[in-house]
């Protein structure tokens, strides 16, 4: 296959490749992921961190705030802690309380702030917030870790490190809503501001917030039960804590339903790709840092755990890769011309999709000063593009059909496979779901998610329309068509933003959904626990907000060197 | 209480699914009720009405019979999604035919962000007139308005034409970061709404989400 887009930065690898849900699925952070970007920037414009209220007492009850301040504003996590009885701990969306709750506040906030928040927050979808706030999320323990940790501390002993590692983190997020919901600020109130330009950077900000107060809070808890003997965590140990996430099918939807955005996120990595194949040779720190980093990520896939049998095989394979990956250094070196470009080619030769998509990411950790400008082009305006242009003509539009849905027009959309799933939103939660055409009566509730089909139905319509014909004129017969229109439309100008599989069909696993875009969060450990649900641990090894000043902000993604984790 | 700009998109999208329109129209009709409640206009309060009178009713007679000078609707009322999207979609040849006439149409206030759409898009000032109401798009968007023209159940001889001034008299309009839905409004929309949600099954309850039912490990 010929890649279709040359730039610059030399050929991108084309669409058809990229765009596969295995492949998707395959996904890795990387130095353009949104917690990476967020910690270079704090880092480089010099963040301050405060905590004016921590008011929490013995039995785990009470509110904190946790500010960050910046060249030009200051924002909050504003966090209730709650005690919770285990029968009401679930981490589905469907839950109703939680062990702590949460608000990114725009600023800092007043008494009144707080306590306006107090009455809304631990309500989570059932509360409302307002434009003063970023995000609204929720966390619970680790009940297995958690209980340890405290124990531990509160008799004066270190948790142990092999069951700190087994789990990774001591409380989990599930949602963390953001732009507008429930309330909260659209992000187009902040997208012009340049700390939020970048995707999810309120998100990620509050997540990272969320792991410093989890810490805190264990550490108190330790203390209000034995402040005789509790000690605090060592800080290299402390390091090795995460903040955690459970992910369902509310996030799935996303890839979909902001195409041009996701073109953005997906252009920028194969841009980065790109440059690192076009590089004539490979300088001696490159080479260095680039088996430095490998050594670190095979620790990383060693200490990856998962029980899904789906991704136990890739792990399987992913470090079978990296062995090869490192076999073919010692053999090959990275010498000559085009190294990186020869390395490239014979992954894709010789790597499953695990090991060619964690080398994309290993490439670009050496060359920060090549790549890492790619982040400001991650962020896309999705009202531009998004009026169809009624005067295209129908030749050109089936021109775009054929190219783009090339896959789905060769599939036969009457087997029952090929439509065996459904997408909807549940009545109960109003959360995306996945569920059976056939067995339960969901086809009149079927969100547009699958454009595939929909591509080859617009396809089939488009035969009674001559070339010369206008879309508009299509448009006004077949208002149907007019959800593909726009999506063939924006397709056309970005090519990335489109899936090309089907993701309605029986085989389909929304996990790989999941992944490509925990991968761009910069996710960690993906833990599957089904076909549609997915455990991730983010920020593991990252610095606090008390370290970032003097240490490292963008070195923590892969463990560090010497630490005997593995 | 004040809604973000999300909710009131999000909420005027499914009600206009629930209510009967295409998902393509009804992301159209999300976009339209969200530019006018950003402009302090009663977007919510159009569409909840328009919805109430045209459910069900099918898009052959709702929509242009015919897109020459003079635009009419077989069934006798033009929907302005349906009308409003046209305009849009056909923003060049508006520009360079310089204007159209529209007869009857229902809650016209809808149209106003497709108008505003074809004048960007097309790249000439367009302006809107009914009863009550004169709307200008051309750096800015203005507006003169009674009442009774802005809330209009129905209005024809809609004129939709190449002007370069504003009318006199007119307001700027701009475009801030919240939007209202007044409780009526949303009790309708919020029903339209519902009926794109899937009831709940114990199978779906299990297996739609995918998740286990406990956390306490």
Request: charged share 25%; hydrophobic share 45%; net charge negative.
């Amino acid at each position: 296959m010929q890649p279709k887009e040359t730039t610059r930065d030399g050929p991108l690898r084309p669409p058809e490749t990229v765009m596969r849900l295995s492949r998707l699925g395959a996904f890795h952070q990387s130095r353009l992921s949104f917690m990476r970007v967020l910690l270079r920037r704090l880092k480089a414009e010099a963040w301050r961190f405060d905590r004016p209220v921590f008011d929490i007492d013995a039995r785990g009850v009470g509110r904190a705030v946790y500010c960050a301040h910046g060249p030009r504003r200051s924002y909050s996590l504003v966090a209730f802690a709650h005690d919770l009885p285990p029968e009401e701990r679930s981490d589905r969306v469907i839950a109703t309380a939680w062990d702590a709750t949460f608000a990114l506040f725009d600023g800092v906030p007043g008494t009144d702030d707080l306590d306006r928040l107090a009455r809304n927050v631990p309500l989570q979808e059932a509360g409302r917030v307002s434009e003063r706030e970023l995000s609204l999320s929720r966390a619970n323990r680790s009940v297995r870790l958690w209980d340890h940790v405290v124990d531990s501390l509160a008799v004066g002993h270190q948790p142990d490190a092999d069951r700190v590692d087994a789990v990774g983190y001591l409380m989990r997020t599930t949602a963390v809503y953001g732009s507008g919901k429930f309330g909260a600020a659209d992000r187009e109130a902040v997208a012009d501001r340049p700390e939020c330009r970048p995707p999810f950077q309120v998100e990620m900000l509050s997540v990272w917030l969320t792991r410093a107060f989890v810490m805190d809070l264990a550490e108190h808890m330790a203390r209000m039960r034995a402040p005789a003997t509790a000690v605090p965590l060592d800080p290299a140990l402390r390091r090795r804590f995460g903040i955690g996430n459970s992910t369902g099918l509310g996030m799935a939807p996303f890839l979909m339903t902001h195409p041009a955005l996701i073109h953005n996120w997906i252009a920028a990595r194969e841009t980065a790709l790109a440059r690192m194949r076009a590089l004539p040779r490979a300088g001696a720190e490159s080479v260095a840092a680039f088996h430095g980093i490998l050594a670190r990520a095979r620790r990383h896939a060693a200490d990856w755990r998962s029980d899904h049998p789906v991704q136990v095989k890739k792990l399987v394979a992913l470090r079978a890769d990296l062995d090869r990956l490192a076999a073919y250094l010692e053999a090959e070196g990275l010498t000559g011309d085009h190294p990186w470009d020869r390395l490239w080619r014979w992954a894709e030769g010789a790597l499953s999709f695990e090991g060619q998509e964690q080398l994309v990411s290993l490439m670009l950790e050496p060359h920060g000063a090549l790549v890492d400008d790619l982040a400001d082009t991650m962020a896309a305006d999705e009202a531009r593009g998004w009026r169809i242009d009624g005067a295209m003509t129908v030749g050109t539009l089936r021109g775009i059909i054929e190219d783009v849905y090339a896959w789905a027009l060769g599939v036969d959309w009457a087997a029952p496979e090929a439509q065996a799933r459904v997408w909807y939103v549940s009545e109960e939660k109003l959360e995306p779901r996945l569920g059976e055409r056939e067995a339960e009566g969901l086809e009149p509730y079927e969100q547009p998610l699958c454009p595939g089909r929909d591509a080859a139905r617009l396809h089939a319509d488009l035969a009674a329309f001559s070339d010369s014909d206008t879309t508009a004129a299509v448009l006004l017969r077949h208002p149907e068509h007019r959800h593909l229109v726009r999506r063939a439309q924006i397709a056309a100008g970005c090519p990335y933003s489109e899936i090309r599989d089907n993701t309605i069909a029986a085989g389909v696993l929304p996990i790989d959904l999941l992944r490509a875009k925990l991968s761009f969060f910069g996710a960690c450990h993906f833990d599957p626990r089904s076909d549609r649900w997915v455990r991730i641990n983010m920020f593991q090894h990252a610095p606090f907000p008390h370290e970032l000043a003097d240490g490292a902000a963008d070195d923590w993604t892969y463990p560090p060197p010497g630490d005997g984790a593995a | 209480m004040s809604h973000s700009l999300y909710e009131v998109e999000a909420l005027a999208r499914r009600a206009a699914r629930g209510a009967g329109l295409s998902w393509g129209l009804a992301e159209e009709a999300g976009r339209s009720t969200r530019w006018l409640a950003a402009a302090g206009l009663p977007g919510p309060e159009a569409l909840a009405d328009w919805l109430s009178r045209s459910e069900g009713l099918p898009h052959d007679l709702l929509c242009p019979a015919d897109v020459g000078a003079t635009w009419t609707a077989r069934g006798g009322t033009l929907c302005p999604l349906i009308a409003g999207a046209a305009l849009s979609d056909m923003a060049a040849e508006l520009a360079a035919r310089g204007g159209v006439t529209l007869g009857p149409t229902g809650a016209p206030l809808l149209m106003l962000p497709f108008v505003a759409a074809a004048a960007r898009a097309g790249g000439a000032a367009l302006a809107v007139e009914w009863a009550g109401l004169s709307a200008h798009f051309g750096e800015r968007v203005s507006l003169r308005a009674t009442d009774a023209g802005l809330h209009a159940a129905q209005a024809t001889g809609i004129r939709v034409a190449r002007r370069v001034h504003p009318p006199g008299g007119a307001c700027a309009v701009r475009p801030g970061s919240r939007g209202h839905i007044p409780p009526r409004a949303a009790e309708t929309l919020d029903a339209f709404a519902h009926r794109t949600y899937a009831p709940a099954t114990p199978e779906s309850r299990l297996g739609g989400a995918g998740a286990g039912l406990t956390d306490n490990d």
